[in-house]
């Protein structure tokens, strides 16, 4: 794998990946195909030398330029997405496009260049548990997505296991818990409460805030994918986690301990219309078939470096900040 094209490279988990390939395998190249949407940032990139790295600013969709980068390329690992539940809640039309439209571009494109794919999804495909039901999601869950954004994510994985059975196409998925690290835009949970208390606003907890959330540090999702480049069996899926189920009010209350703030310092809002009570990942078939085991897997201290780095880097969220929270207030959130 010499030629990587990484669509999404400019956005969290997609720019991250960027940088754990640069550090890990140097000898790949890479192309990274961002349209630069909201959630995108070039500067994510920033570090990586231009010898390893070529940016184009496009857009999945756009099948002429998917074709000209396919066919000078080995592989593709493919993040670009709309991937903000509470916007395809108010307006789920470019989730519809990007995720499925884009998704089938990509498809294409690799079937006409015989091109490796990997396609990045979520454990979101599978709806949601109870709080008490002993099981998590296994590569047999059946699929049952909640919002329109998960809805979207599962179209697109339905079309992935098409081209593997009809044509071929020579590719993997992975469905991956909830990421948390750097880059990470400020309208996700984690990064919008770290930023709120450094921004002297309350964070806003959702519902009861027993919702829970199965989190896994970003680089840990980069070892994975590159785990199953390199060792998957082609047609595969593989679920991706790292034992870290918590309730939001849990996560919020260790952001407010690291921030040396009361523990009831936030405030309840409304509630996400559907909001998904559980996610939680079983790991088994990546860690018994293909030997991949998480790094960072003491959450603790993975947030307190997340919440430093947010400290740290006030100009690349001050940006985004304002705007996203004016998104929210209009949906009293
Ligand atoms: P993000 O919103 O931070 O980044 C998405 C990137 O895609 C941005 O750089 C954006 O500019 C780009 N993009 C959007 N539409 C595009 C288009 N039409 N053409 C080209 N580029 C486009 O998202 P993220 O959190 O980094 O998620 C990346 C992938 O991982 C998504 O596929 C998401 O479904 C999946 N995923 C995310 C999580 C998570 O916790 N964030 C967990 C599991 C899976
Ligand atoms: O202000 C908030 N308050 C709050 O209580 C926000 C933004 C969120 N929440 C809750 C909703 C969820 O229960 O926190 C939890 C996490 O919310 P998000 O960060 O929006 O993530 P989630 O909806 O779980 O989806 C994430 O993980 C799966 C990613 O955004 C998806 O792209 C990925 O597929």
Redesign the pocket.
Known sequence: MKELIV??G?????SNFCHWTYNNHPDVHLTV?????Y??NRDNLRGIPEDNLTFVHG???DRELVDRLFSGADGCVH??????NDNSIVAPESFVR?NIG?TYTLLEAARAYDVRFHH???DEVYGDLALDDPQRFTEESPYHPSSPYSST?AASDMLVRAWVRTYGVRATISN????YGPYQ?VE?FIPRQITNILSGLSPKLYGDGLNVRDWIHVDDHSSAVWTILERGKLGETYLIGADGEKSNLEVLKAILRELDQPEDAFEWVRDRPGHDRRYAIDPSKISAQLEWRPMHVDFEDGLKETIAWYRDNGEWWGAEKEATEERYRRQSQ
């Open positions: 669509t999404g400019a956005g969290f988990i997609g195909l961002d349209a630069l949407t959630a995108g857009d999945i969709c993040f670009a997405a709309e991937s903000h990007t884009g990045i999804s979520t994510k991956c818990s909830n990421n835009h996700k």
